[in-house]
């Protein structure tokens, strides 16, 4: 019995860390299904899993390889002020296309006009799944009691 419970709440703390993943995934994944029903943009999913394994991967690369690109491009960010992150962000829009089959990025004209709706639309959806009170609370373990600490303010990422 006492195995079973620690099992569990193991498997929630685990539901809980992992639950910050699936919503930048589910809200990725929401901002590309938009930018879909543009007209015009060319970037297109035959279906349901494919758009999901692009929203997927798309999260990947840009929490893993999108900062090594960027640290690689770092002199052209500087030159240009600024403008090269769309290209960043445009070139792993065109390699989630030409990966995962059955989603398609036209050109990388497309993935530039797609990234950087995508960028607008997610950074949109994301203020919809902040806290629910609009609040940070820090956890703040001083000896052996945890307290929590609402603390007023903008959140910045």
């Known amino acids: 019995m006492l195995r079973r419970r620690a099992w569990l709440l ?7 860390i992992m639950k910050p993943f699936f ?3 589910l809200v990725t994944t929401l901002a590309v299904l938009v930018v879909m029903q ?12 494919p758009l999901l394994g692009a929203g ?12 090594v690109l960027l640290l690689l491009s770092l002199p052209l960010i500087l ?3 600024g403008l090269f992150f769309f290209v960043v962000n445009a070139l792993t829009l065109y390699i989630v296309g030409s990966v995962v089959p059955g989603f398609h990025v036209s050109g990388f004209g497309s993935a530039l006009i ?3 709706l995508i960028s607008m639309v997610s950074w949109i ?3 919809f799944f902040k806290g629910s009170d609009g609040r940070v609370h820090v956890l703040k373990q001083s000896g052996e009691s945890p307290q929590i600490k ?4 903008r959140v910045i990422e």
């Open 56 to 67: 997927l991967l798309l999260g990947i690369l840009n929490a893993f390889v999108r900062p």
């Open 10 to 16: 193991a498997r929630i703390r685990y539901i809980g």
């Open 23 to 25: 919503t930048r995934w």
């Open 79 to 81: 030159l240009t002020m």
């Open 125 to 127: 959806f994301s203020a």
């Open 114 to 116: 797609g990234s950087v």
């Open 150 to 153: 609402t603390v007023r303010g």
């Open 38 to 49: 543009i007209p015009g943009i060319g970037i297109r999913a035959d279906s349901l899993g």
